[in-house]
């Protein structure tokens, strides 16, 4: 492309950023504003122009990915020649050229974990912490070397800065990071942020290094600026060497990754360490819907975390949509019906995105989406009956059934069984591993009490998880995707719904300083702009059914619907009133209902069957030979709660189909014709 052409292609912003090809440039790129294609199009202008050789340029930034995607641009641009790496990437190539040459040795091996030797080292230390404890500790070594805190310096730090790992105090966590030094000294091996380090200490302590580098690369771009840690701002003056060059783009709005080491403080600051700077903001959002936009724009007005005040450049959309709802059963079933009529509409399920604040949160909506038959992934994580903390559990919740040996309630053995894992009623005070495993745990106490309180046994439990299990485990090619918000950075989809919006959620409920809120507050504008068109906000007051419905939406809220919640005295009532809400009683007997397949029916499970019996046997016939044509198992077709309503209702057309619990319009597609003709021949 000509250097005009390349122009051409841009707006007024980010035309000043193309053209600006010489000294410090700092970029304040809104959510949705075309950043990745205003740096690409400044590289190639500059390659264009004859003012950058592409192999003299060096661009850096987080992910593979997005390392990927701008080498991708880049060649599409003309500039194929330029070096487009992550911080790691490209600290660990000069690492393996120059580390044998100034050594005279090979370079130490990179370990993929440090869970290994960490073990080590805590045994050294008479600790013997379990896998999760161990992610955390890793967790927290990483935060130390990346922020340039020595393991003797690191005790003072941590209290310094509230840092804490649960059941281990700061000045053990310190003598552990020593001891994993030299554990990892001892067999020979380097690990991620030792890449950053050595090919910093290189560059320090070796000037004919340094020159090489320099005479290398003498062009430096450097995207998700906010993101920067000590470290690596530290290896980026190196690598400049005292000149200028660099141009940095990043939102001081979507720091998010504080509690890793990132430092917006960089951003913020470039024109200050850089006088006479360049300064550029990108407000055009091309990604998102008036509606979001201002939405977006509301949720940080007048907080610390405000950035640049987008400008929408779509046409209008439909509303935003802010719910509430009984419990986060009744949550996740009504986004899962909103899901599945946006697909009936022809929005792609790849499309669609529901995003959660922890992975914990996921159940729920993968127990109703496969109710449904709607296909969703789960990005980030494993689904989850299939964590590794989960999947123990429920081996041991079996075995426990199967023993039939405690003298306990059924609810005091799944208490027991999960204590014995690590479980406690009080949730751990510190973020990480740690309380990501508690959260796991803990929606297996919740479901335990909601489905045991009405007399049921242990085995009766075991088998209702086996079935969630067996119906979230069916194989899809692409589907809706959950995801936690920091998961969900960078990335994008026609409709979002950010679900769980409640107080101790988000924000989340170790979020106690106000630095750490408005972190929270940071994430929760992530979420509304990775949405383009549809956006729905939802909320629910209590965590189980028949719960007491005392908790409040989260406060984020306010700025964007408005302050005040009128559904929540009302459901709070309720959630003081003895049994559940209006409307979940069996309508034979009036009882309260408890459990969601209880809720499903409408009838608690004492009361008379009340659907045809003789039918239900023969659709059950029918989906197993359906079932077995299509080669899947019988629950992808429909549930047995499913058939006993389309027994029980009989629908005699395919409105009636899709008024039946699990019954949805990509079923009634699929199975509508041959369903019907049985159901109007009787």
């Not at 896998?131 to 003797?152: G, H, T, Y």
């Not at 509230?162 to 554990?183: F, I, K, L, M, S």
């Not at 729920?364 to 964590?387: Q, T």
């Amino acid at each position: 492309m000509t250097p005009e052409a390349l122009l051409d292609a841009l707006d007024p912003e980010q035309r000043r950023v193309a053209e600006a090809l010489r000294g410090p440039v700092r970029v304040l790129a809104g959510a949705g504003t075309g950043k990745t294609r205003a740096i690409t199009h400044r590289i190639a202008h500059g390659v264009a122009t004859g003012v950058y050789a592409p192999t003299e340029v060096l661009a850096v930034t987080f992910t593979t990915r997005a390392a990927g995607e701008m080498r991708t641009r880049l060649r599409d641009l003309g500039a194929p020649g330029v070096q487009a790496r992550t911080f790691h990437s490209a600290a660990l190539r000069q690492l393996r050229f120059f580390w044998p040459r100034v050594h005279q040795r090979e370079l130490p091996e990179l370990t993929q974990s440090k869970i290994g030797m960490l073990a080590t080292a805590a045994r050294r230390q008479r600790l013997a912490p379990n896998q999760a404890v161990l992610r955390d500790l890793a967790a927290e070594i990483e935060w130390a070397k990346v922020s340039n805190v020595s393991a003797d310096g690191y005790a003072v730090a941590a209290i310094r800065r509230g840092r804490e790992v649960n059941d281990v105090d700061p000045t053990t966590v310190g003598h552990v990071y020593e001891a994993y030094e030299e554990v990892k000294r001892a067999a020979g091996r380097m690990d991620m942020e030792d890449v950053l380090l050595w090919t910093a200490g290189l560059l320090a302590d070796d000037e004919r290094v340094a020159a090489q580098v320099r005479r290398q690369y003498k062009w430096f771009v450097v995207d998700e600026f906010q993101d920067v840690s000590p470290l690596q701002s530290a290896l980026l003056d190196l690598w400049l060497g005292g000149r200028d060059e660099i141009c940095v783009v990043g939102d001081p709005a979507q720091t998010i990754y504080s509690f890793a080491g990132a430092d917006a403080t960089y951003l913020r600051t470039f024109t200050d360490r850089h006088p006479g700077a360049t300064s550029v903001e990108l407000v055009r959002n091309y990604r998102s819907t008036p509606e979001i936009v201002q939405a977006a724009n509301a949720s940080l007005a007048g907080s610390s975390s405000q950035g640049v005040e987008l400008r929408a450049q779509r046409p209008s959309g439909p509303a935003i949509t802010a719910t509430g709802h009984s419990d986060e059963v009744a949550e996740a079933t009504a986004v899962a019906h909103q899901v599945s009529a946006l697909i009936a509409q022809g929005v792609p399920a790849s499309e669609i995105a529901v995003l959660l604040r922890i992975n914990a949160q996921s159940e729920n909506f993968e127990d109703a989406f496969a109710e449904l038959g709607v296909p969703y992934v789960v990005r980030g994580a494993a689904r989850f009956f299939d964590r590794p903390e989960v999947r123990k559990a429920v081996t041991l919740l079996r075995g426990a059934a199967r023993s039939g040996q405690s003298d306990e309630t059924p609810l005091e053995t799944v208490r027991a069984t999960l204590s014995g894992l690590g479980w406690s009623a009080a949730a751990p005070t510190a973020r990480g591993q740690t309380r990501d495993q508690w959260e796991s745990w803990q929606a297996l106490v919740d479901q335990a009490a909601a489905f045991l309180k009405e007399g049921a046994d242990l085995g009766a439990f075991v088998d209702e998880l086996d079935r969630r299990a067996s119906e979230q485990h069916a194989p899809v090619a692409e589907g809706v995707t959950l995801a936690t918000l920091h998961t969900a950075k960078g990335l994008e989809w026609d409709a979002v719904f950010l679900v769980g919006l409640v107080e101790g959620t988000l924000p989340i409920v170790y979020a106690k300083t106000p630095a750490e809120v408005e972190e929270e507050r940071r994430l929760f504008y992530v979420g509304l702009t990775r949405a383009r068109e549809h956006l729905a906000l939802s909320w629910a007051y209590a965590r189980n059914p028949g719960g007491r419905g005392s908790r409040s939406r989260s406060r984020f809220l306010d700025a964007v619907v408005g302050e005040g919640d009128e559904g929540a005295p009302e459901r709070q009532r309720a959630g003081r009133r003895k049994g559940p809400a209006k409307g979940r009683h069996c309508r034979t007997c009036n009882r309260p209902l408890s459990t969601a397949a209880e809720k499903k029916v409408g009838r608690c499970a004492e009361c008379p069957i009340t659907y045809d019996e003789e039918l239900f046997e023969e659709l059950r016939e029918w989906r197993r030979a359906r079932a077995a044509d299509d080669e899947v198992p019988p629950y992808v077709v429909f549930s047995d709660t499913t058939l006993q309503l389309i027994a029980e209702h009989k629908p005699q057309d395919e409105a009636g189909l899709l008024r039946i619990s699990g019954v949805g319009p990509t079923k009634v597609e699929r199975y509508g014709d041959d369903l019907l003709e049985r159901l109007t021949s009787r």
